[in-house]
């Protein structure tokens, strides 16, 4: 079994700073990309960035240049900085990680997700 805990939501002034972070454990053999989704109210999920195996990452335009997204490969881990928070940013986000799991017939890898944490930024 394979189980992501995301943390470190909280409510914040606009302009303020949080750092999420999301671990993995279980029976993990490997992980591929790493990232963080959000949803707003009423809105659909989006992707706000992404972090290969190898530290390689993307953002999406609206979080470029105040978000940042690493991870700690020997502790199982994803973070993302948030800095210069807006209104705009107020969402649950979730973290997620395709990762390999030994399996009889060898590694198979799946999509997993955290059970979300929440941002609250206020004007």
């Known amino acids: ?3 992501l805990v ?3 939501g909280g409510l914040v002034q606009a302009g303020g700073s949080l750092r999420l972070s999301c671990a993995a454990s279980g029976s993990i053999f490997s992980i591929n990309r790493m990232g963080w989704h959000r949803q707003a ?3 659909q999920r ?6 290969t195996s190898g530290g390689s ?3 999406a ?3 470029k240049g105040r978000f940042t997204i690493s991870r700690d490969n020997a502790k199982n881990t994803v973070y993302l900085q948030m800095n210069s928070l807006k209104p705009e940013d107020t969402a ?3 973290c997620y990680a395709n990762i390999g799991t030994a399996q009889t017939m060898g590694i198979m890898n799946g999509n997993y997700w955290g059970q979300g944490t929440q941002v ?4």
């Open 46 to 51: 989006e992707v706000v960035a992404a972090i």
């Open 41 to 43: 109210p009423g809105k």
């Open 61 to 63: 335009d609206s979080v």
């Open 1 to 3: 079994q394979v189980q």
């Open 6 to 8: 995301d943390s470190g």
């Open 92 to 94: 649950v986000y979730y």
């Open 120 to 123: 609250t930024v206020s004007s």
């Open 57 to 59: 990452a993307n953002y």
